[in-house]
């Protein structure tokens, strides 16, 4: 008789709490790992392949199986479905959409998962947009991508699913895949000590306590998740690793342990006035949290687009009152699209059952190229659906390990709204940075030198952590000031980068796109851009500022009389140009409200 996914993730589950208690075969090393890697989404299970790679080139080919390296992946949710399940097209907005830029891209072709990931992602290459107003298809405008490396988009499940294929593929020997499993830290391994010594690679391991889990969805999309402990086994088990990364998330379980972590121990230090005034300083660590002053939601639409449309495309409209956007993303090469319908929170539209016949009229209103694409069906399923919230904007630092044997990476470090394609791509970034560290603090003796590895990862990637959020949530403001805040360094930037390109930066859209340059390099680059704009603005209003007092002077003389009279004039003047200009309008309008009452007058 068969057994089903599901059940053979739990029978392995099963084994490993037993092996965990002691109670382990004599090929396991009870309930100690190599590695343990917190969170299965797409950067925990990279990491799951570079922890693999990198502990198996410090392992003999000889080497015996109980010596041979062992890492575990955790994860509070059910396993995905695989990506050749039919679900993905059938059921496409269902799963949240992905696009991979140059830095998921690189990574993952760092590892040498690129190419099973290409097979199950689409192109995209352009996009198409119609501004508010717009709806025939001779109104919109195609723009293809002027980028070095093409967007590929597929699920994030899908995702999930080929890399977990790789894993059980490849590394099936090493690697084990826990799913619906809580994991809650227990030690650090430097409780009661200052910071592991430069180069230690001795000390107590990491001990974690592990509890099966049924996850308690959110009302808030990526604002964390309760973990509910089954019946069965309420007594949680002990593991200790030597290695320990947190890339859970929203979730936050190693981040958020951190956080209180480093909070007794300050409080510890202060009790001490000695340890306070002569003990070695050390960074910090704790998540700042903004709250989000511009909330959006979303529903998901699936939709397919005719034949005749391109289906390598990112299709986009925004609605002539500003209430809605709609942007689509194809779920696969053959024109079924998912779509988000983007509004603000509290709108009516984006309540729980609202009425389909409201929802259809607004579409046929504001999107009628699209209405049409809609059936009745997927309609009365938006309408009924409630609406999930965009993450808020948060980021962890200023250090990002903890002792010398934990680190943490990806979501949980930097939270960003999905609105540029960064969260995802600088999740798999820091994978590939994390591998690199780790390959050269390697020794030839096969010294796995943790402690120097975290430290350097901290320093490679903490402030840029900080400057993705920070950029990101500057392209994010609310309200008119924030719009304005939003395009006109967009205009300033093409501006002077068309007119001086070598002494001017791309936008901050270009930038994010250039291949080698760092979050902080990107946000340092343009801070010093606005000072550079701001010099030349202020010198060409200067000098014309200078020129007209020349001009004035030159009148003054010409005509025998004061230069304050001269000025005076021409301000009264330009002002009096400004009334009649104003009085001229209004009569326009006056005269136009006339005619349009007389012609009203003559139809009746």
């Not at 990931?117 to 109104?139: I, M």
């Not at 609605?319 to 699209?337: I, M, N």
């Not at 990002?400 to 394609?421: A, M, N, Q, S, W």
């Amino acid at each position: 008789m068969s057994t089903s996914p599901a059940a053979a993730d739990l029978d392995r589950s099963t084994t490993m709490k037993e092996e965990a208690n002691g109670q382990s075969s004599s090929k396991s090393k009870g309930g100690h790992y190599d590695a343990v890697i917190v969170g299965g989404g797409p950067a925990g299970l990279l990491s799951a392949i570079m922890m693999a790679q990198h502990l198996s080139s410090l392992t003999t080919a000889t080497t015996a199986a109980t010596t041979r390296p062992r890492i575990i992946v955790y994860d509070r949710l059910p396993p995905p479905p695989p990506p050749n399940d039919l679900v993905y097209s059938t059921d496409s907005s269902k799963y949240y959409l992905l696009g991979l830029g140059h830095r998921g891209q690189t990574a993952l072709r760092h590892f040498n998962v690129w190419d099973d990931v290409s097979k199950a992602a689409v192109a995209v290459l352009g996009r198409r947009d119609w501004a508010p107003g717009k709806s025939g298809e001779e109104d919109s405008n195609i723009r293809m991508a002027n980028k070095a490396v093409t967007s590929q988009v597929l699920p994030r499940d899908k995702l999930v699913g080929v890399l977990k294929e790789a894993i059980e593929g490849r590394y099936g020997d090493l690697v084990e895949l826990r799913y619906g499993w809580q994991v809650d830290p227990v030690s650090f391994g430097n409780e009661g000590e200052e910071e592991v010594v430069e180069g230690s690679v001795g000390g107590p391991p990491v001990t974690l306590q592990i509890s099966r889990c049924i996850p308690v969805a959110s009302s808030v999309e990526g604002d964390g998740e309760e973990c509910s402990i089954e019946g069965d086994d309420v007594n949680p088990a002990t593991i200790t690793t030597d290695f320990l990364i947190g890339s859970d998330g929203a979730a936050r379980t190693i981040a958020n342990a951190m956080e209180t972590n480093d909070l007794e121990r300050r409080k510890q230090r202060n009790n001490n006035p000695l340890k306070k005034i002569f003990g070695e300083k050390e960074l910090s660590f704790h998540v700042k949290r903004y709250e989000d002053d511009n909330p959006r939601v979303y529903k998901s639409i699936p939709i397919s687009f005719p034949s005749h449309w391109p289906h390598d495309l990112n299709y986009s409209a925004r609605s002539s009152d500003g209430r809605v956007t709609f942007e689509a993303l194809p779920s696969d090469a053959h024109g079924k699209y998912c779509a988000l319908m983007l509004l603000k929170a509290g709108d009516p539209l984006a309540a729980a059952d609202c009425d389909p016949d409201v929802l259809r009229s607004y579409f046929e209103k504001e999107y009628p190229q699209f209405n049409k694409l809609l059936s009745g069906e997927v309609m009365a399923d938006v309408a009924a659906k409630g609406a999930s919230a965009l993450p808020s904007f948060r980021y962890a630092g200023p250090r990002l390990h903890e002792g010398g044997r934990t680190v943490i990476l990806g979501d949980c470090v930097h939270t960003v709204k999905p609105y540029f394609g960064l969260g995802a791509n600088s999740a798999l970034e820091d994978v590939q940075i994390l591998g690199d560290i780790l390959s050269n603090t390697s020794s030839s003796d096969s010294v796995r030198n943790y402690g120097d590895a975290v430290r350097q990862f901290t320093d490679r990637r903490a402030a840029d952590s900080r400057a993705l959020v920070t950029l990101s949530r500057g392209l994010d403001r609310p309200g008119k000031l924030g719009t304005m805040r939003f395009v006109l360094p967009l205009i300033l930037d093409g501006m002077f980068h068309k007119l001086a390109p070598k002494l001017f930066a791309p936008g901050i859209f270009g930038m994010f796109q250039l291949e080698g340059i760092g979050f902080r390099q990107i946000q340092r680059r343009k801070r010093l851009d606005r000072v550079m704009q701001s010099f030349v603005i202020l010198g060409g209003l200067s000098a014309a500022g200078v020129g007209a007092g020349c001009l004035v002077k030159k009148v003054a003389r010409l005509l025998g009389v004061n230069d304050a009279l001269v000025g005076g004039s021409a301000v009264a003047l330009l002002g009096a140009v400004g009334v009649v200009r104003g009085i001229g309008s209004k009569m326009k309008k006056s005269g136009d409200s006339r005619s349009w009452e007389k012609d009203k007058t003559k139809q009746k």
